[in-house]
């Protein structure tokens, strides 16, 4: 029997939690969303370019576990609520190559994605081509300049997974986010939030602190944040799934060059990220409203 709790377990703003992977809520959408993967990665040959670099299984990724659940619940309810008759257009900012904006036509949405790398252009003519992803549509517009390739109040919702942390002018990208959404239109933003105070990757306590008064500025926050425990907090320490992060790849290629002596041997703290291994992150979900 499910709880009040379980019900509502997405229905918040702030960290991710480990107790939110065991909730019933989160394990019915995950088993969901596990099968729309395979069946993406089952067609893979066919529309897969050598020269993509991204992850191709993301839902097994230590925040996307949570934060694609977290997206895809609020989209559905946004869509069972919205009064309108044609599909509702959603923008996918940073959007790779994944299965997920496939799920997401599959609910009635047309899903246009939008990346910075011209390969996820190819790739996802492609895969448009094989995999199933009626009753909605998918397309894609590349990210050629510092602005969002839609026009104002274009868009009806807006989702970003895991892309602000990497972004240097969050300030434009977010005023962007803003630009092209209609008045009232839904916005869900998740990023990965830095937990170590000597750790300038991700997002540290000053940029996030700067993120969120930019967020106050454009947006209405629709629920509180929640207090998560400590112990509690989803981790790239604690979370069922390893961090999949191409950065993390170059930092360890640099550090094996150092111990060849190809480079110059770094020192101090930067040396000691170097020779880390996964950034003590953790992942926070916001749902807002333009």
């Not at 379980?6 to 909730?23: H, M, N, Q, Y």
């Not at 559905?76 to 509702?88: C, F, N, R, T, V």
Request: aromatic content about 8%.
């Amino acid at each position: 029997m499910n709880t009040p709790e379980d019900e509502t377990v997405f229905e918040r703003s702030g960290l991710a939690s480990l107790s939110d992977l065991k909730s019933p809520a989160h394990k019915k959408i995950f088993s969901t969303l596990e099968k729309e993967q395979q069946l993406f990665l089952d067609m893979e040959i066919e529309f897969r370019s050598k020269n993509y670099k991204w992850p191709r299984s993301p839902l097994y990724d230590f925040s996307r576990v949570w934060e694609y659940p977290y997206v895809y619940q609020h989209l559905a309810a946004y869509l069972d609520a919205s009064p309108q008759k044609s599909k509702p257009v959603v923008a996918d900012v940073g959007s790779g190559v994944t299965f997920f904006p496939f799920s997401l036509a599959k609910l009635g949405y047309n899903v246009v994605c939008t990346d910075i790398d011209p390969i996820c252009k190819r790739d996802l003519a492609l895969a448009c081509k094989c995999v199933p992803h009626s009753p909605g549509a998918i397309d894609f517009r590349l990210i050629e300049n510092a602005n969002l390739p839609f026009e104002d109040s274009e868009c009806d919702a807006l989702y970003c997974v895991s892309v602000l942390e990497h972004i240097a002018d969050i300030e434009n990208t977010v005023r962007e986010m803003a630009r092209v959404l209609k008045p009232g239109g839904l916005c869900l933003i998740t990023c990965d939030i830095n937990l170590h105070p000597e750790d300038g990757r991700q997002l540290d306590c000053k940029q996030f602190g700067r993120l969120m008064s930019l967020i106050d500025t454009f947006f209405v926050r629709v629920y509180p944040e929640r207090t998560i425990h400590p112990v509690d907090i989803l981790t790239t320490r604690n979370s069922p799934y390893p961090r999949k992060c191409s950065t993390l790849g170059v930092a360890r290629m640099v550090y094996s060059l150092v111990k060849q002596k190809i480079l110059k041997p770094l020192r101090g703290q930067r040396a000691g990220r170097l020779r880390g291994a996964t950034p003590h992150s953790g992942v926070l979900g916001l749902v807002l409203r333009r």
